[in-house]
């Protein structure tokens, strides 16, 4: 599966995930069939949250009554596969639940591009629950019409198509993680603009404009993690000016992005292959950002081999 991740800025409810012991964090999370819900749950399960998927709305507010005691975070699924399914319906209970002293309540929606859902559903030979007798593409789009509310007003966005499932991983653990102290991350990403812009991203640089070693016949099957290539790179008359540049840009930007209450900001770094140029830009980023005391991980979109290296304070 294939995963942006696309993280849209959060609203209203801001507070971190952990920020207080009386507040237990509750996640909804929904989003379009086919986009990963049931992985997203699995993943939040091994991250320490009571998983319930499918979940009833009628059921939803006996789940978190304050009397139970039960102060386990919970991930929540729910959608249009859910019984009594009904957007008015789940609006009114996330205003319920985010009315509340005692929850910490966010929802987290899950997109992805439709042909990617078409191929996802016609490889799973499973009907879109939409569309039982008709193209799996008519209950994708009349599902998407049925919920771009739930789309607008999510805390978080995380669309699928060009994630892996380490990808979604990273990035869950990264927002909603249960065992670390809340503080402000930073994900650096390297890719590809033949593949598009990753949609998760906060801010995006191009480094199409550095020597390519691509065109170099003994550097064009390394990357930009061997040495030779960041030699290469880093010899460009104008990679200094760049790199100066974009971390001066970045210092007074990371504290204000923090103070507005955000927990994660991903940057992401892009070439034409995503194999060199970026690849060496992002490592240098995330270099400068463990040095400066700044918790940073990076990860190559096009290099789904290579070795993801997270950097920690």
């Not at 009349?142 to 999510?154: G, M, N, Q, T």
């Amino acid at each position: 599966m294939t995963m942006p991740a696309n993280s849209v800025p959060e609203t209203g409810n801001n507070a971190v995930l952990g920020e207080s012991p009386t507040r237990t964090p509750v996640l909804l999370v929904t989003g379009i069939s086919g986009a990963g819900r049931s992985t997203t749950l699995k993943i939040l399960e091994d991250l320490g949250y009571e998983a319930v998927d499918n979940l009833p709305l009628t059921l939803l507010p006996s789940l978190v009554i304050p009397a139970l005691g039960n102060r386990r975070p919970l991930a929540i699924g729910i959608d249009v596969r859910t019984r009594d399914f009904g957007v008015d319906q789940f609006l009114h209970e996330i205003d319920a639940l985010i009315a509340r002293d005692d929850l910490d309540a966010r929802m987290v929606f899950l997109d992805c591009d439709d042909e990617v859902l078409q191929r996802r559903f016609t490889e799973t030979r499973r009907r879109h629950p939409l569309a039982a007798d008709r193209p799996v593409m008519d209950g994708i789009k009349h599902e998407r019409r049925s919920v771009v509310p739930l789309r607008d007003l999510a805390d978080m966005v995380v669309d699928t198509s060009q994630l892996s499932l380490n990808d979604l991983r990273r990035l869950l653990k990264g927002h909603f993680a249960l065992d670390v102290e809340a503080s402000f991350a930073v994900f650096v990403m390297s890719f590809s603009y033949r593949n598009g812009i990753p949609r998760e991203a906060d801010l995006v640089f191009d480094a199409r404009f550095l020597a390519n070693p691509h065109y170099d016949e003994a550097l064009k099957p390394l990357t930009g993690l061997d040495a030779r290539v960041a030699k290469f790179v880093s010899d460009d008359p104008g990679f200094s000016e760049f790199f100066q540049s974009l971390t001066g840009l970045l210092q007074p930007l990371l504290p204000r992005f923090q103070n507005e209450g955000k927990s994660y900001l991903t940057i992401a770094v892009g070439c034409t292959g995503g194999q060199h140029r970026s690849v060496f830009v992002a490592e240098e980023l995330v270099a400068w950002l463990s040095k400066n005391g700044q918790h940073a991980g990076v990860m190559h979109r096009e290099l789904r081999d290579a070795e993801t290296r997270n950097e920690k304070n």
